[in-house]
């Protein structure tokens, strides 16, 4: 069965602190996908990238950066100088290569002070 | 574009009236996909389509929900009758094929 782990319940961190996000998965799939979706207080769930079981690279966009890694079967997300604006959960999620079904983590809230 | 809307964004109902939940998703999208999302059971898919046949409901609790999809642009989760337990945000999402699902804003139901 397929499941995702985000040990860290919540997170708080001052303004332009750099914070990184946990994710650990277990599949028994050799292809299957990996997301992060962000969901801020307003209550919308928005996407924030997909990777590939097959594509290790790291991968940066402005300040977030994601690093996967599958000899541990992680997939972690750092935001690099965080702002007040970063403050929501995030979810980590798996899916099977067939079917598009979504196994989420249970969340990480991240609380950024000013 | 617009992006997957639902609607009502919040019902408030007794126990025992039926709710009936709505979602057109983003047009061109084969995929659409029901969740349920709670405090205590966090993000639960309950059943998607693809291209309007339902592949997969086993996350549907009891028979008391069910869910349809009439066509392309169109689709209805329906709890009869609703029970306090159903109180919960349900969103409705829909993909392209390519895996990465993109979310309604979700409608918050409460049954008193």
């Known amino acids: 069965a397929q499941k995702v782990t985000q040990a860290q319940t919540e997170i708080s961190v001052v303004e332009k602190e750099d914070v990184t996000l946990d994710c650990v998965y277990e599949?028994?799939?050799?292809?299957?996908?990996l997301f992060w979706y962000k969901q801020p207080p307003s209550g919308e769930l928005v996407f924030l990238i997909r990777r590939n079981s097959f594509d290790e690279q790291n991968e940066i966009s402005g300040r977030y950066s994601w690093n996967f890694q599958k000899s541990t079967s992680s997939f972690n997300f750092t935001i690099t100088a965080s702002q007040v604006v970063d403050s929501a959960v995030y979810f980590c999620?798996?899916?099977?290569?067939?079917?598009?079904?979504?196994?989420f983590g249970a969340g990480t809230i991240l609380r950024v002070k000013s | 574009d617009a992006g997957v809307i639902q609607s009502p964004r919040h019902e408030v109902t007794e126990m025992g009236q039926e709710v009936t939940l709505r979602c057109k998703p983003i047009s061109g999208h084969d995929y659409l996909f029901w969740y349920r999302q709670t405090m205590m059971r966090g993000l639960e898919l309950l059943i998607y389509?693809?291209?309007?046949?339902?592949?997969?409901d086993s996350g549907m609790p009891e028979d008391r929900f069910s869910a349809k999809m009439p066509n392309a642009s169109f689709s209805t989760l329906k709890i009869q009758p609703s029970e306090p337990r159903d109180s919960a945000v349900y969103f409705c999402?829909?993909?392209?094929?390519?895996?990465?699902?993109?979310f309604g804003p979700g409608t918050r139901l409460t049954v008193t």
């Open positions: 999620a798996l899916s099977e290569a067939y079917g598009n079904k979504l196994v």
């Open positions: 389509f693809n291209n309007n046949v339902p592949i997969d």
């Open positions: 999402a829909s993909s392209p094929g390519a895996h990465e699902q993109y």
């Open positions: 599949t028994r799939d050799t292809t299957y996908y």
